[in-house]
C-alpha cells in the first residue's frame, strides 16, 4: 500500500484515524538506566567522566576537557570556506528569525494603584543557557539558528554550545551557523554526559540554566532526568505536517509537501484532509509519479504507507475541526481565502496559509521557529520563541496605605486558613509608622 | 539551637549556604510504582477504577462518577453561608487578582512585509484545564482563587476542579472559592486516580489539556507520568523567603515575615541577610520572644532550626549577589530606596520592594500570583499565570512573490542539509501561476 485513504463517512473513521496517530512513547530501560549511570558519574566526577565517555562513545581522547573547545577561530574558519549561495542563505535565514522573534521579546511592565502601591512583571533573561546539536547526519545547521538567535533575542549573555566530533570529525556547516546564530562558546562533547555536564557543571564548565536542543533518545533520556536542576525545552516525538486542500493547489505541490515530511524518518506523519476524492486521485497519482525520483524514497515510502493518510472529508469546516482534534505540528491551509479557515484553527504549533506557503519556507528562512510542539501537544504548548529565554519576577511594592486595606483582607484570609504568622505579618503593618520598635 | 547564624567572611560560608539550601528531591521508588498503578487502572478501566480508588483512600461510595460530582447550587449555598468579613476578603482578593492577571494577558500579533507575506503569532486559550485542590487542613481557598483566575483571564473555557472529600467532607471555603474563581464543574475525586481521569479522560470525565494546582506525592508523582498527554505546572518544592534587610526595618516584623514562611511547614526556609549584626541580634532576640506565641510554634521552631539562617553580610551589594545565587521563591527587600536594590536582582519567583510590603500580603491579596518557582528554579522560570493558559501558532502567509525569493533560500539550506523533498517543495513555487498544473 502507497498510503492509507481514509473517508470521515466510513463506520470506523474515528477509531482508525486514533490508531494512525498513536505513537509509542514509552521510554526504553536499558536507556534510562545507562543515561542514570552516566549522569551520575559526570556529577561525581565531573571533567574526568566526561573525558572517559567521550574517549568511549566518539573515540576521540583529549588530555582534558579544555582541549575539547572548539575555538571561534575554527567557526569563522568554516564559515569563511562556505560556498557564498549557502552562506548568504545561512545570513539571510538568521537575519529573518531575529526580525521575528524580536516581535517576541517581552518587556518589564507595572503599574501604580491610587494608594500608591506599584504592581508588575520584571523580565529578565536567563544567565546562561546550552545548546545541544546533534553530530554525524542529523546535524542541522538550521537547528542551530532556531535555538540559538532565540536565546540571544531574549538577551541571555552567555549561549553554550555543545556537539560530538565522532572520531574528531567536525560538521563545518554547524560550527558556521553558530559563528552566524551568535552562540558564544562551543564544545566537542555530546551525550549524556554533555547534558550532565551542562546541568551540574564541572571543573571546566560552568553549569547552565536551561538545556534546549534535539538529541537521540540518550539525549532525550538525560535532559528528562536533570529537568528541575535545569529548564528544559520539549522532547520532540516524530515530526507530523497535516495540510488542509480545497484541491486546486498543483497536485504535484502538495505531493512534495507531504513527502517534505516524510523524508524526516520513518515516523514521521503526513495526512492531507480534501473535500474532493477526485483531487486525492490527483495526489495518489503524483506521489505514485514522483516517488522514484526522490534521493531519500525509502523513508518516504514507509513513513507515508505506515503512518501518512489521504483523507476525504466532508468540507473544510470538517477538516477544521479534525485539525483541531489533531492539533498538528505544522498545518498548511492550502486553499482560496485561507485567513477564513485559520480562524476556525485552535490548535496547532504552525499554520501556513496560502498555496504559496510550504512548510519547507518555514523550516528554513520565513522568520518562525521550526522547533513546535508535536504529538498533540499544541493543544497545551508552543513553539521555541523567545519567551522560553525570558522569565518573569513579580514586583509588589505595597505603599503605607495600601498596606492598610491589604493587610486587613490578608490577615481575615490567613486566619481563615489557620496561618496565624501569616496574619500577623500583615497586622504589624496596620497603623504603624516606619519608625523601629 | 533556634537558628543559624552565618557571615559571609567565614572560611566555609558558600559551602555551608549550599548545604543549607540542599533538598532532596529524590523520588520514593514506593509511591512512583503505586502511582503506575493507578493510573493505569483508570486509563483501562475509567470510571471504575476511580468509584474504586475513591472508596479505597476516600471511605467515600458513590453508584456512579457523575454522583460524585459537587453541584454549583452546594458551592453558591457554602459561598452565601462565608461569614460577610471572609467573604469580601475573598471576593477583594478575586478582583485584584483578576486586575493584575488581565496585564499578562498576550494578543494575536502579525506585520506584513514589502513582497505582502504576512507572518505573525496567533494565541488561543487552552479548551480544558484540571484544577487539584488537595482535601483536608491543607486545601487553602486562596489557592483556588491563585489557579483558577489566571485560568479563565486567558479565556479557558472550561476550567474542571478535582478535590478528594476524605469521608464525605467537603470544604465549605474552597467551594465558595470555586465559586468566586469562576471554576466550571467540581469533582469530589483526588489523588493519582483523579488526575489519571483528568489527563485521559473516563466514561463520565472528558480529558483536559493541562492539570495545575498542588497536592501530596502521591499526586505529584502522577502529574510528572502524566506530562506529555497533558501539560502540567511546576511541582513545587518547599516554599522559601529570602529576606534582604537594611537594618532600618521593625525586628518584629522582619521575625514575624519569618515565621510567616516557616510556618508552612518543617521543609520551609526562611534566610534573612542584613549588613548589620546588631540588627541580626534584634531579630534573633524578637524570633525568642514572639515564637511562643504562635499557635504553629512547633513547626515554626523546627522550621528554623533546620532550614533558616541570619546571615551577615558586607554590603546591600553582596547581599543582592547572593540572591541571585539561590534564586528565592519570595524576595523581601526591606530597605530604604528598595529600587536600588531590586534593579540588581536577576533572578527571584516575587520581589516584595519596601517594609510594607510582607509577603503575607502577596499571598492572598496584592494581586500577582502565589504559586511561584522554587528550590532555585526561579533562575528559568516564572510565576503562574495566563501564559501558562494560552499557546501561540506561528502564521505564515508567503505571498507569490515571497516565495521567489524565500523559496531559493530554503532550497540552497535543504540541498546542504540532504533534504532534496523540501529543497523540490520550494522550487516548486518559484516562478509560478497559480493554475492547477
Known sequence: MLITRLSTLSDNFARTLRALLAFDASQDESIERATADILRHVQEQGDQAVLDYTKRFDRVSAPSVAALEIERGEWLAALDALPTDQRKALETAAERVRTYHAHQRAETWT????????????ITPLDRVGLYVPGGKAAYPSSVLMNAIPAKVAGVPEVIMVTPTPDGIR??????????????????????????????????????????????????????????????????????????????????????????????????????LCPDAGYLDEVEAAITRLLPSMPRADIIRSSLANRGALILVQSLDEACAIANDIAPEHLEISTENPDTWAEKIRHAGAIFLGRYSSEALGDYCAGPNHVLPTSRTARF????????????????????????????VAATLAYGEGLQAHAASAEYRLNSTESKS
Not at 503599574?111 to 520584571?122: F, I, M, N
Not at 525570558?390 to 505603599?399: A, G, T
Request: hydrophobic share 45%; aromatic share 6%.
Open 381 to 408: 504548548s508552543s513553539p521555541l520563541g523567545v519567551y522560553d529565554f525570558q522569565k518573569r519576577s513579580s514586583l509588589i511594592h505595597v505603599s503605607q496605605a495600601g498596606a492598610q486595606t491589604l493587610g486587613r
Open 171 to 272: 560538521n563545518p556547516m554547524v560550527l558556521a551557523a553558530a559563528a552566524i546564530g551568535g552562540v558564544d562558546r562551543v564544545w566537542g562533547i555530546g551525550g549524556a554526559q554533555a547534558v550532565g555536564a551542562l546541568a551540574y557543571g564541572t571543573q571546566t564548565l560552568s553549569p547552565v540554566d536551561k538545556i534546549v536542543g534535539p538529541g537521540n533518545a540518550y539525549v532525550a533520556a538525560a535532559k528528562r532526568r536533570v529537568f528541575g536542576t535545569v529548564g528544559i525545552d520539549m522532547i520532540a516525538g516524530p515530526s507530523e505536517i497535516l495540510i488542509i486542500c480545497d484541491g486546486t493547489t498543483p497536485a504535484d505541490w502538495i505531493a512534495m509537501d507531504l513527502f517534505s515530511q516524510a523524508e524526516h524518518d520513518e515516523l514521521a506523519q503526513s495526512i492531507l
Open 111 to 122: 503599574y501604580t494603584e491610587a494608594d500608591g502601591t506599584v504592581l508588575g512583571q520584571k
